[in-house]
């Protein structure tokens, strides 16, 4: 069963070809990580998913939702896929606890006891307990990408969208926020869509990866083959400029 369909799709910023006939099909439970140079249309691919991005051309459908289609509710795709950005948007005047309660209660009008218990669940997960109490303020960078995820997560996501989690990050911080995401990812039931400039992690946790360049997905082929044997030449250009540093 397929969560997100790309068919044909076409993306312009004004003139400028951004995504170029993406054919892509992820399936549910997948981990899928999208690498590639600055530049290449990785952003702006995940930013399509959840409705941030249009496209001018082609069909998009995330979780049965025609995207292509203007009738589309943006709001209910949008109850389906959770999207963690580089950097963290918390709600600066709430705590944590409240930070994570928020979504749940206004719009799945879920009960203060429900809430509560599952953003107790999702602060366990992603290793933030006793930290309930503490103003966005008063916890590092790395603890407020934790909470962001752990906010995206407590609207029971179909599907989970990274861009560049950890690239806003001091380094000693990446390494705990990589661990929260390889654990929501290797969730059965849940699909992940992951850009990241991590190679390593991106080797350990990825199903598939996707090597895009100049809007373009030039290689689409599981971790392994990737990483050990990649066919494009743009990739094995990529991959030995990354190795070497
Ligand atoms: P990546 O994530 O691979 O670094 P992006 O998806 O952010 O790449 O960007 C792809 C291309 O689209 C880049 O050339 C970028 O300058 C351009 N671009 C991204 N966002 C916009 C925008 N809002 N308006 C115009 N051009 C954009």
Known sequence: MSMIEFHGVQKYYGKFHALRDIDLTI?????????????S??????RTVNGLEDIQEGKLVVNGHDLSNPKTNINILRKDV?????????????????????????VLKLNEEENK?????????VGLVGKEKNMPSQISG??????????????????MLFD?????LDPEMIDDVLQVIKKVAEQGD?????????????KEVADRVIFMDDGKILEDTDSKSFFENPQNERAKKFLSKIISH
Do not use: D
């Open 142 to 159: 790395g603890q407020a990408q934790r909470v962001a995820i752990a906010r995206s997560l407590a609207m029971k996501p179909k599907c």
């Open 41 to 46: 249309g990785k952003s702006t691919l995940v």
């Open 82 to 106: 959770g999207m963690v950005f580089q950097h963290f948007y918390l709600y600066q005047n709430k705590n944590v606890l409240e930070n994570v309660m928020l979504a749940p209660r206004i």
């Open 117 to 125: 218990k599952r953003a107790a669940e999702m602060l366990n997960m």
């Open 27 to 39: 399936n549910k439970g997948e981990t899928v990580v999208l690498i590639g140079p600055s530049g």
């Open 164 to 168: 560049e989690p950890t690239s806003a």
């Open 190 to 202: 849940m699909t992940s869509l992951i850009v990241t400039h991590e190679m390593g992690f991106a």
